[in-house]
């Protein structure tokens, strides 16, 4: 594990940065836990076989090769700051239509009217630019296209009856905040966001994620405790006897607390 001396400033280098060994289990967990929420979100837009996508921050890729092997007479773009989960730059090896490009999506541009599909899952809320990047992705849709958003609205640390809860999840926000992520407040925000950029047939899903739970997300939540712990250890923001408790806590039998809701958000642009 690489220990920061200070909290970092952008994701690339944050605790869920690819240069942490455990991350790529952490995202293969996430997958399991999101896939089906994102696919039912996926599927109320209806996507066509010759549709032209684009991915952002596609993580592990899972997403973007289950958009691709529905649209295959179609192409997806599948972006990531940090591809090396993603295989080689370039043509995916099964999939010609699919296209690996590293790049940080505040620094590209694609064709305005050009895309029928435009899909993030949990990367817009790590993005201080995220307003922005919808107006962009709103421009890039064809008359007709859809944005699909899916982002985290976490508890605060403060509505925990637990200490322990409180403590660690306090500590990270503190980190998230030096970051420029927004996990609290941005996901409420985004279906207001989506219509005032001019989308209609707004439509949500969501999901109550429980800390404790023994299903894909008390998987999930276990992988983000201890990679998450580490960090704020190293940060200096937290005890190893906080992250300790937390995880003893997490692992009682009757230990249950609301973590997080996640909002799927979606809208399609006006034809025009
Ligand atoms: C929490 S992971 C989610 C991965 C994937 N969307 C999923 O849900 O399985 C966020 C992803 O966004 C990528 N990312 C972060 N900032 C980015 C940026 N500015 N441009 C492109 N990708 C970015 C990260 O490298 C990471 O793979």
Redesign the pocket.
């Known amino acids: 594990m690489n220990h920061p001396t200070t909290l970092a400033t ?3 280098s944050g605790a ?1 940065s ?1 240069d942490t060994p455990e991350e790529w289990e952490r ?1 293969r967990l ?2 399991e836990w ?2 089906p929420d ?1 696919r039912t979100a996926l599927g109320a837009v209806g996507l066509g076989r010759d549709w032209h996508c684009l ?9 973007a090769r289950w958009i691709a092997d529905r649209c295959p007479d179609g192409s997806v773009v599948a ?4 591809t090396r ?1 993603l295989g080689a730059e370039g043509r995916d090896e099964r999939r010609p239509h699919l296209q690996w490009r590293a ?4 620094a ?1 541009d694609f064709a305005p009217g050009s895309l029928d599909l435009v899909h ?4 817009f809320c ?2 201080p630019e995220r307003e922005e990047l919808v107006a962009r992705a709103v421009r890039w849709l064809k008359p007709g296209g859809w944005l699909v958003l ?1 982002d985290p609205m976490c508890m605060p640390a403060e509505f925990s009856a637990h200490a322990p809860v409180r403590r660690f999840f306090g500590a990270l926000e503190r980190g998230w905040k030096a970051q420029g992520s927004d996990m609290t407040g941005w996901a409420t925000t985004i279906p207001a966001l989506l219509a005032r950029a001019g989308l209609r047939d707004i439509d949500v899903l969501s999901r109550i994620n429980l800390l404790g739970g023994k299903g894909p997300y008390g998987a999930l939540a276990a992988a983000n405790l201890r990679q998450e712990g580490a960090y704020l250890v190293a940060a200096g923001l937290l005890d190893q006897d906080d992250v300790d408790a937390v995880t003893a806590l997490c692992e009682e039998p009757d230990f249950t607390d609301i973590r997080s809701i996640t909002v799927y958000a979606w809208g399609r642009k006006e034809e025009s």
């Open positions: 952008d994701y690339a869920l690819k995202l996430l997958q999101g896939d994102t991915e952002i921050g596609a993580g592990a890729g899972s997403v972006v990531d700051i940090d989960y790049g940080d999506i505040r590209l993030s899952r949990l990367t790590h993005l899916g």
